[in-house]
């Protein structure tokens, strides 16, 4: 497959790369665009790390095509700290100290932020629904925690 | 730099800039120290543990060990900042570099000198490979805490106290007694006159390292036994930690890798002819073992690789199966344990799988080869093993080998001496691409399929009850693993015997998260609730009954019980099942409360976990590691197994080797015992109850007895 030049919007700027168009955006994105809070897990959209919002939704960057983004705004987890203020859930994610190795902290964050912003007041039933992001460390318990304190405020969407 | 004083191993030297640098050596322990005359002294010069105190009045202490996901920098600069009365707001941690200078040989000596209670029941030096502890940088062990921080940064920040004291009484003309310091500040409340540590550290300097400064008492902390803040959290909720799958670097290229499937294979032959023609591809690299791609992007070494067609052998390993692995098992061990003549005798075989670490982050790691030099970039759990392996890997001296530590995506033993394969590999693939920088990442296939597993295991008990209902013997044969920690019980019974029977196979076995316990832990506490079964007795009582030589265990399930609120009414196919570890010189129990629905649907909706791990340092940090330790023991226990067909790994990615997501989560409540025992770790010991906690719970609901892991491929739906 040809190189194609190819242009995506990602945290609000057009950028442009050279790669084949069957490249998956989460490789497009940290090695060509050397975003690399967005992280590799499995390839197969299975455990959530490459998260990235897409049209404001959360997508897994691992398994979509860069040719399958036309001009979709993307962001990334350092796209969501506006002005160097983290958004809601980054700061919750702060108050309950919910990481612990961080890995797949951004994934998870991108997801959950996703979700608020589409249902402010998620119940716990959509939060088990909608966030099936994998953590080996087993931070569940406070990633629960956040969320729940960020729903019954209100809504901490990105 | 810096005076040395030979007894204490503690040392002082002025920074370029005026600062002070304090720290204690683990040279104690170090061959070095044997031949370490004054002369000497300066040379070796560096210091295990380090405070640097700057005139900004910032203390920076500098830590050798790596940030896996514990909070361990955070807790270790808090020890060495309590005993100073430092302002922690002006606290900065730095990770020290991978020189032998900065080996933790306290790692040693938290196991050696000073055994803890259970090391002394006959600690197996071979599962660690203690001997190649020595001079090693190790985060693993749950040592971090119990090592370092124990022995090294509170002595150095009590000796740095003493002697910004010194200094701030001779400024004042005044006698060190009068002084007070907090907030890193020196005052003389008397002549109201005040220092910062930052003015006094210069002067600092010129006194004399204390060989044995006072030590706080544990009643005055004001900083530990508090829930402080982690100092690397910010760097992982915006994305900008770098972890070793991150580094780049200009001209940087990307090796993708496929490793001989059958444990144990080598490459036979591969075409490389199309593939060297594919966009982007440098280099077709063969390696002994497996065959790798290197390109100017990930994706494109990626895709290069998947058009090769290599032949592997199967090293003779193409007939071994889990089945095959079971069999050996059943067979070294034999028959069943002989009992005394007893009222009552039960008997029970229990099994668990292979397990990955599957830790988030795949293996990754850079690797730039000049000549006889290198440079290597990864996150490990040991550094200095890393140079080394790398060193190895590429036939020249470890000094010649840079190597930087960069934040890991979960370590959970995988990246422990000994299983540093992929360092090896990625110095070697460097080789052949030198001199440019090569970046190679494994893909999850890779990771999952090439692991160092949780070894399987298989324990045949059997038990004797008086008439009375007291036990009064249990024997287990064991095959898989074990030693003196891991099947120790802390019951009063006087005919207990723990036996190894040995099996062999080709997988690659390795620690995993509270290495041989969570094996053990899910079979010696399983026996024991089936005892407190046939006694007709509750389990927490029939426990608690026979800890009578083990105050501390008794006092921590009397906790939990309290706290679990064990023993009130749940509705029917509910139930609550405890168990209790001691490892890593912790003792933890906990208690699963489950519900079972009739079509045998399972749900662990609460645990609690009650520690004593001595003292603790960061309580939101030490409670944030037992919920990890249930969070992690709890999905091995529900779902966790690699199995082995025709010699390979049958999982292959996240879909076939599940994991708990968050709709699988219970609660978790966490309490600790502050017994003021020598401290124990915390990163592995929540692990080893959780199986059996759940296990027994599910007897309690459904009067079903689970005794082969994972509980996923037990029938749990009512009979009718
Ligand atoms: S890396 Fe995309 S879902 Fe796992
Ligand atoms: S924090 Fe380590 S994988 Fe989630």
Redesign the pocket.
């Known amino acids: 497959m040809a190189r194609m030049a190819i242009t995506l919007t990602v945290n609000g700027q057009a950028r442009s790369l050279d790669v084949e168009p069957d490249t998956p955006l989460l490789w497009a994105i940290r090695d060509t665009l050397g975003l690399t809070g967005t992280k590799f897990g499995c390839g197969v959209a299975a455990c959530g790390a490459c998260t990235v919002h897409i049209n404001g939704k959360a997508e897994r960057s691992c398994s979509i095509p860069v040719s399958a983004i036309g001009g979709a705004s993307i962001i990334t987890i350092e796209g969501l700290a506006a002005g160097g203020k983290l958004n809601a859930v980054q700061q919750a994610w702060l108050d309950q100290q919910?990481?612990?190795?961080?890995?797949?902290?951004s994934g998870?964050i991108m997801a959950v932020s996703a979700l608020l912003a589409e249902k402010p007041h998620a119940t716990d039933a959509e939060v088990d629904h909608a966030i099936t992001n994998?953590?080996?460390?087993?931070?569940f318990a406070r990633i629960r925690k956040a969320i729940q304190t960020l729903a019954a405020d209100q809504g901490g969407g990105a | 730099m810096g005076k040395w004083t030979r007894r204490a191993f503690i040392g002082a030297g002025v920074l370029v800039g005026g600062g002070l640098v304090i720290g204690v050596t683990g040279a104690a322990l170090a061959p070095v120290r044997h031949g370490l005359r004054d002369e000497d002294a300066e040379n070796i010069g560096q210091l295990t543990t380090w405070i640097l105190i700057t005139p900004d009045n910032a203390v920076t202490v500098l830590i050798p060990h790596c940030e896996m996901?514990q909070g361990a920098q955070t807790a270790l600069a808090m020890m060495a900042a309590e005993e100073m009365d430092a302002d922690w707001a002006n606290v900065r941690v730095k990770e020290a570099p991978a020189t032998d200078e900065y080996a933790n040989a306290y790692i040693v000596r938290a196991f050696v000198n000073d055994v803890p209670g259970p090391f002394e029941r006959g600690f197996d030096y071979g599962t660690y490979r203690l001997a190649r502890w020595f001079g090693l940088q190790v985060t693993g062990g749950s040592m971090s805490v119990r090592g370092t921080g124990h022995h090294g940064m509170r002595v150095a920040g009590a000796a740095a106290r003493e002697m910004l004291v010194a200094a701030a009484a001779k400024t004042f003309g005044v006698s060190a007694g009068e002084c007070t310091v907090a907030n890193s500040r020196v005052t003389h409340a008397a002549s109201n006159r005040s220092a910062t540590f930052g003015e006094l550290a210069k002067a600092a300097t010129q006194e004399s390292v204390p060989t044995h400064p006072a030590l706080k008492d544990p009643k005055s902390y004001t900083l530990r036994r508090k829930p402080q803040q982690r100092i690397d959290l910010r760097s992982?909720v915006d994305g900008s930690a770098i972890y070793g799958i991150d580094y780049t670097m200009p001209g940087l290229l990307h090796a993708a890798v496929e490793i001989a499937p059958v444990i144990g294979g080598k490459l036979v032959s591969v075409d490389t002819s199309a593939a060297e023609k594919m966009p982007g591809v440098k280099k077709v690299v063969q390696l002994e073992e497996a065959v790798a791609v290197v390109a100017d992007s990930y994706w494109r070494a990626r895709t290069a690789l998947a058009s090769l067609k290599p032949q592997f052998d199967d090293a003779g390993h193409g007939a071994v199966s889990s089945a095959s692995i079971a069999e050996a098992f059943d067979k070294a061990i034999g028959a069943a344990p002989e009992m005394p003549a007893a009222a009552t005798v039960i008997k029970a075989d229990y099994t668990v799988p292979f397990l990955p670490h599957a830790?988030?982050e795949p293996m990754a790691c850079t690797a730039r080869v000049n000549g006889d030099r290198a440079e290597i970039w990864a996150g490990t759990q040991d550094p200095l093993n890393a140079r080394k392996t790398a060193a190895d890997a590429l036939g020249i001296s470890p000094e010649n080998v840079q190597y930087t530590n960069l934040a890991l995506?979960?370590g959970f033993g995988r990246k422990l001496p000994g299983n540093l394969d992929f360092v090896g590999m990625s110095a070697r693939i460097a080789k052949a691409a030198s001199p440019a920088p090569v970046k190679m990442i494994w893909s999850r296939e890779t990771d999952m399929q090439h692991g160092y597993y949780r070894p399987a295991g298989m324990s045949r008990f059997a038990g004797a009850l008086d008439a009375s209902g007291r036990p009064v013997a249990i024997t287990s044969l064991y095959a898989g693993g074990g030693d003196g920690e891991s099947t120790f019980m802390p019951y009063a019974i006087d005919d207990m015997k723990h036996s190894a029977r040995d099996a062999k196979h080709p997988v690659r076995t390795g620690p995993w998260r509270s290495v041989l316990n969570s094996q053990h832990g899910f079979f010696k506490e399983s026996f024991i609730d089936e005892m407190a079964h046939a006694a007709k007795k509750d389990p927490f009582a029939f426990r608690r009954d026979l800890m009578t030589d083990q105050p501390r265990f008794k006092a921590v399930l009397e906790r939990l019980a309290a706290m679990a609120n064990w023993g009130s009414p749940l509705p029917p196919r509910e139930g609550r099942g405890i168990a209790i570890c001691e490892s890593f010189g912790s003792i933890v129990g906990e208690i699963a409360h489950v519900s079972v629905s009739p079509e045998g649907v399972l749900k662990v909706k609460e645990v609690c976990a009650v520690a004593d791990c001595g003292d603790v340092v960061n309580t939101d940090t030490a409670a944030a590691q037992l919920e990890?330790g249930v969070m992690f023991g709890l999905s091995a226990a529900l779902l966790g197994a690699v199995t082995i067909k025709d010699g390979k790994v049958e999982q292959t990615n996240f879909y076939d080797f599940r994991t708990m997501i968050l709709r699988d989560a219970p609660t978790v409540r966490v309490d600790f015992v502050i017994s003021g025992a020598h401290p124990g770790g915390l990163g592995e010991p929540g692990v080893p109850p959780i199986a059996a906690a759940v296990t027994n719970a599910i007897f309690a609901a459904t009067g079903i007895r689970v005794r082969e892991l994972p509980i996923k491929n037990a029938k749990l739906a009512a009979t009718t």
């Open positions: 919910v990481p612990q190795c961080g890995y797949c902290q998870m994998i953590c080996r460390c087993g931070t | 996901g992982k830790t988030m995506g979960g990890g």
